[in-house]
């Protein structure tokens, strides 16, 4: 199972449109806040977070979003974040937990963004 957390500004309509235009299956959307999940302990294979966590202000709560995706994911799952800043921050949390991770600088997106992948052990 997938998971996209979505912040409640976005449009979910649209999101939800496209997944079924797109006829992908094994997907869950989960609006609200990312830093306090009501999933349990290894319910997704991925959790991806696009130009999110910037939003968070405080650092420590961006750190508290990040262990809650990272709480949710299934062992050898993958977090992928992509987002516009913060991303060595986003590493250094993610390094003494993730038996992999990856940064791809993306120049597809406006704003450029930088994509972190980290694997679960």
Same mark, same amino acid.
């Given at each position: 199972?997938?998971? @996209? %957390?979505?912040?409640?500004?976005?449009? $979910? /309509?649209?999101? #939800?449109?496209? @997944?079924? %235009?797109?006829?992908?299956?094994?997907?869950?959307?989960? +609006? +609200? !806040?990312?830093?306090?999940?009501?999933?349990? =302990? !290894?319910?997704?294979?991925?959790?991806?977070?696009?130009?999110?966590?910037? =939003?968070?202000?405080?650092?420590? #709560?961006?750190? &508290?979003?990040?262990? /809650?995706?990272?709480?949710? %994911?299934?062992? &050898? +799952?993958?977090?992928?974040?992509? !987002?516009?800043?913060?991303?060595?921050?986003?590493? &250094?949390?993610?390094?003494?937990?993730?038996?992999?991770? /990856?940064?791809? $600088?993306?120049?597809?997106?406006?704003?450029?963004?930088?994509?972190?992948?980290?694997?679960?052990?």
């Amino acid at each position: 199972m997938f998971l @996209i %957390l979505e912040l409640i500004r976005n449009n $979910r /309509e649209k999101l #939800e449109s496209h @997944i079924t %235009l797109e006829k992908v299956i094994n997907i869950k959307v989960a +609006g +609200g !806040d990312e830093r306090e999940s009501a999933f349990s =302990n !290894d319910t997704f294979d991925i959790v991806v977070s696009n130009f999110v966590i910037h =939003n968070i202000k405080e650092k420590a #709560e961006r750190k &508290q979003a990040i262990h /809650e995706m990272w709480r949710v %994911l299934h062992p &050898q +799952g993958c977090l992928v974040i992509s !987002d516009i800043r913060h991303h060595k921050e986003y590493e &250094q949390v993610l390094a003494p937990l993730a038996a992999f991770i /990856e940064n791809k $600088r993306v120049f597809y997106t406006f704003p450029f963004s930088t994509m972190i992948t980290a694997k679960k052990p």
